[in-house]
């Protein structure tokens, strides 16, 4: 089994797909996904998925993994993602900007810290984002020490 997970709603054949919902790779025609995945409205299934389906996990205790591509200054990095990380960037991002500020200030998972930052243009959520995520390499770092 292989195929997608919608990050936004989207239809394909007539079938109408919402966000974190699976979509069979034979839905989509082969030449839109590379920019169905470039524009954010799909993301490819993780092999955890295919896995946990094959071995008859029960999907509502399966947790989805999408495959995000982040554009950083070192290339794309595909960035494994759970439904908590993307939930938890898209809300602490739809906040005014202090609050955005004082949010990241209490992210324990360097995955929303680099959505956040992906997916904002503010500089100062950007270093906010950064030095967030400098204060956890820190203290787990000072974890392993002891």
């Known amino acids: 089994m292989s195929g997608y997970i919608a990050l936004k709603q989207i239809q394909f054949s007539g079938k109408v797909y919402e966000a974190g919902e699976a979509i069979p790779a034979e839905a989509i025609i082969p030449a839109r ?8 409205f799909i993301a490819e299934a993780t092999a955890d998925i295919e896995n946990d389906v094959e071995n008859g996990q029960d999907d509502a205790f399966a947790v989805i993994k999408v495959n995000l591509p982040i554009e950083t200054e070192n290339g794309v990095l595909e960035l494994s993602a759970d439904e908590k990380d993307i939930v938890t960037a898209f ?23 680099i959505i956040i930052n992906a997916l904002t243009k503010n500089a100062s959520v950007k270093k906010a984002t950064k030095e967030r995520a400098a204060e956890l390499a820190e203290s787990e770092e000072s974890g392993e020490a002891e």
Do not use: W
Not at 33 to 40: D, H, K, S
Not at 91 to 111: G, H, P, R, Y
């Open 33 to 40: 996904v590379p920019a169905l995945l470039r524009t954010g």
């Open 91 to 113: 809300e602490v991002l739809q906040l005014k900007n202090d609050d955005i500020l004082k949010a990241i200030t209490t992210i324990e998972s360097d995955t929303q810290l």
